[in-house]
Each structure stands twice: as C-alpha cells, then as structure tokens.
C-alpha cells in the first residue's frame, strides 16, 4: 500500500453497522471457501508507466469473490472520485489501455486475464446502443456476432426485451434516437445478459438517470441478477445504490486507489424505494459515506 493511500488510522473491526457487516480486513484469494471467480494480486495500474507523466490510478490491490454456484455475487465498489473504480472494471473485461496490469495479475477462473472474452459482459454508463439499428437488432449484435441463426436469435432477443421491461410489441422496432435514457439502459442490458456471461461488469449504469426511474432499474437489476445467476461488478457513486445492490461492497481509499475495507450487505428483499427509507438500511450508507468524505478531505 502506498504512501499517498494510507489505511484508516483505527482498521476496523468485524462488527455490524446497520445492513451490513465490516470485516476485519479485505480477503485475500487463500482464505476462500470456494474457488475464486475473479480474483486480483498485488495489482497496480499505472499509465504512461516509466515516462515525466506517469499516473498510478490503483496500487496495490487485492481482493478475491467466491464463484458461488448457482447463485452468484453482487459487488459494489465505491470510493473517492478518481479512486480507479472503473480501471478495476476494464482490467477484468480486459479493455485497453487499462489492460494489462503494470504490476500484479487478474485472474478469472482460475486463469489470467488476456484479452475481452464472452464469459465477461459489460454495461457502460453512456448509452452504447448503435444509433442505425433497432432494438431488436441491438439486443441480438452480440449473437450475430457469434453466427446464431436470424430466427433463434430473434426470439431470444423479443425474450430479452420482455425481461427488461420493454414492450415487445410497441418498442422492438424503435431506434434509440426514440427512446428515453432508461429505456436505452435496458436495451444494454439486454444486450450483455443475452449473452449469459459468467460476469457482468457494470460501470454507473443508472448515473444519468433521474432518481425513481434509477430506484425502478434497481429493483429490475434485481430480479435480472436473480435469473441469470451470474457475478456482477458494480461502480456507482451512489452509497445507496451500492448498499441496496451489493452483496458484498468493496471501499476504496483515494489515488491511487487500493481496497481499504470489505463490508457484507443483507440482500435486497423489498423494493429499493421501501428498503432504503429503514433507519438500519440509512446507518449503513451513513458510515461508508462519513469513511469516502473523510478520505476526501485527506483525513484517513
């Protein structure tokens, strides 16, 4: 851990706060009980590594999810801004230039990490539908990609527009031009679970969307993560959009940003709106929020 990123001057320890559960200290990939589905070591990324305008995003990181069969994980990642949040999603997906690591591996099952491959799907938070195709045809790109027939991937795609809330009828020959900024959400991601990914990276996907249209995508992310049983990596500024989501939230400390707490979260039972009224829900978000604003200030 670097200099510039210090841990918290009192670590924590394991207690409860609210929903969730504070570990005592960040696991690392030997303490599982499971094999790993995506694990970092000693991974550190900087950019223009060895020139005067070098810039060390992340130091250092460790940290390891469990491959839970059948059901996988929601993990949140929050933290300061600039903090390397999305350079942690990319190295996953494999995405240059954050791909590859300047020091430290990325693992996925098991295996390194060498370049974008179909067992990860990702969802941006700008819009990424291709402007000259319906949704229908967006939602299926990925299997016209892969060569799957028009006709089986057409009733898959009307199968996944239904799963997202979208009228099948009404909005499967529209253009994105033509839709509102959640519903174009919901086209990418469709597009991603279409495709059955083992991992699902998701980088502020309900950022730009106005606070009861973000609420209703949550509680649908939800039920889609419940379907397709898959782990997913989740960015978000929102403290509450992480505790809701996250299974397991991961706290960053500022640039260059490395794991300085691991907490576990009460899954979501009630919808989003109902749930993060409780006063438990609140104490949660009120401590991840107080660590990000003193890390903020400079104080931790």
């Known amino acids: 851990m670097s200099d510039s990123a210090p841990p918290p001057a009192n670590p924590p320890e394991e207690r409860d706060v609210g929903v969730g559960h504070v570990l005592d200290h960040v696991r690392e990939p030997e303490e599982l009980k499971l094999p790993a589905v995506c694990e970092f070591r000693g991974v550190t990324k900087t950019y223009n590594y060895g020139e005067p305008n070098a810039f060390t995003a992340i130091q250092d990181v460790n940290f390891a ?37 300047t020091h430290g591996e990325v693992r996925v099952l098991g295996k390194p990490i060498t370049k974008p491959g179909a067992d990860r799907g990702m969802v941006f938070q700008d819009y990424t539908s291709f402007d000259h195709r319906t949704v229908l045809d967006n939602v299926t790109f990925g299997l016209e990609c892969a060569g799957i027939p028009r006709d089986v991937r057409n009733e898959l795609g009307r199968k996944w527009i239904q799963r997202v809330g979208l009228d099948v009828d009404k909005d499967i020959d529209k253009y994105p031009h033509e839709l509102s900024g959640g519903m174009r959400q919901r086209v990418a991601i469709a597009r991603t679970l279409i495709l059955r990914p083992r ?8 950022g730009a969307l106005d ?90």
Not at 73 to 92: A, D, N, Q, Y
Not at 216 to 242: C, D, G, K, P
Request: glycine content about 6%; aromatic content about 8%; some cysteine.
């Open 199 to 206: 991992i699902i990276l998701m980088d502020e996907p309900f």
């Open 65 to 101: 999810v469990e491959d839970i069969p059948n059901k996988g994980e929601f993990v949140s990642i929050v933290g300061p801004s600039g903090c390397g949040k999305s350079t942690i999603l990319r190295l996953i997906a494999g995405l240059e230039p954050q791909h590859p690591a």
């Open 211 to 300: 606070p009861v249209t973000r609420m209703n995508m949550q509680n649908l992310l939800v039920r889609l993560w419940r379907a397709v049983r898959a782990t997913v990596f989740f960015v978000t500024h929102s403290i509450e959009e992480a505790v809701y989501l996250g299974d397991r939230v991961y706290i960053f400390s500022s640039s260059p940003g490395t794991v300085l707490e691991e907490l576990t979260v009460e899954a979501p039972n009630r919808p989003a709106m109902e749930m993060q009224k409780e006063q438990k829900f609140q104490e949660t978000v009120y401590y991840i929020r107080d660590l990000i604003a003193r890390l903020e200030e400079g104080k931790d």
